[in-house]
């Protein structure tokens, strides 16, 4: 993903990603990024959470209109419901 | 922020794949961020477009090779009217069985329209982008694919490019 960004950057397009690693992100350095803390594969939020998942949308945007240098912001978007994102950063089955 | 309490996810990923799929496998460090356009118009106003790396593509388009250790750098250009029901998901680095229960949770399509109908903002591009987010082997991503899919949103016109990973 962010090397896709940044092929994006130098295209001299405006981008905003969101980023569910800053390990990752810190190494690939894309022009900007909102982290969210959700598991990989539900990046917007739970089966059927529709209020998250725009809230999500509605925070990449506001992120693209507002940031005005590059780097990560934190959304504030954490999970909570169980440990499937704790799992996922470890590669841990189930 | 804290990334997973703790862990150093960008070590267990590249531990893994190398261990697992694809020896050669590093990551592509930068020392630099790369270069960063402003949004120059109002949101209402702006041409937004959206990629996603979740492995999503038409029925009748051919699925992302998920068996190559090296990835797939191929992508997929998906009408932005598209139905929800009309995608389906190929990927092997996640457990596709949630998204494929409710797809807004990788490509928010339906909240995007939303957004636009409502005026919050102005257009969406012809084509939502989707590529397949495991690829270990990224040079032609960087020289071929990437600039082919932002020379495409260049000719749309997109003002904003949205990128979800998985």
């Known amino acids: 993903m962010g090397l ?15 980023t569910q690693s ?19 594969g539900l990046t917007f939020g739970a ?3 529709r209020e998250t998942q725009r809230a999500v949308l509605a925070a990449m945007l506001d992120a693209a209109a507002t940031m005005t240098h590059r780097g990560i912001r934190d959304s504030g978007f954490e999970w909570d419901r169980d440990d499937l994102r704790y799992r996922q950063l470890r590669k841990e089955r189930r | 922020m804290q990334d997973g309490r703790g862990a150093n996810f960008a070590q267990i990923e590249r531990n893994h794949v190398r261990t697992r799929v694809y020896a050669p496998f590093d990551w592509h460090p930068f020392d630099r961020f790369s270069p960063y356009t402003p949004l120059r118009v109002p949101l209402a106003d702006a ?24 990835g797939d750098p191929s992508w997929r250009a998906i009408p932005v009217e598209t139905s929800l029901s009309d995608l389906v998901l190929s990927h092997g680095g996640y457990d596709t069985r949630r998204a494929n229960e409710d797809k807004n949770v990788v490509l928010p399509l339906e909240h995007l329209r939303d957004l636009r109908d409502g005026g919050r903002i102005g257009s969406l591009s012809l084509e939502v982008y989707s590529f397949m987010g495991y690829i270990a082997d990224t040079d032609r991503l960087l020289d071929v694919e990437g600039p082919a899919v932002a020379a495409r949103l260049i000719a749309d016109q997109v003002d904003l490019v949205l990128l979800a990973p998985t």
């Open chain 1, 4 to 18: 896709l960004q940044r092929a994006l950057d130098e295209a001299g397009l405006c981008t905003l990603s969101i």
């Open chain 1, 22 to 40: 800053l390990e990752i992100t810190a190494i690939i350095m894309p022009s900007r990024a909102l982290y969210v803390g959700h598991p990989f």
């Open chain 2, 47 to 70: 041409r937004v477009a959206f990629i996603t790396t979740a492995g999503v593509h038409l029925a009748d388009q051919p699925s992302f090779d998920t068996g190559a250790d090296a």
């Open chain 1, 47 to 49: 089966i059927g959470d």
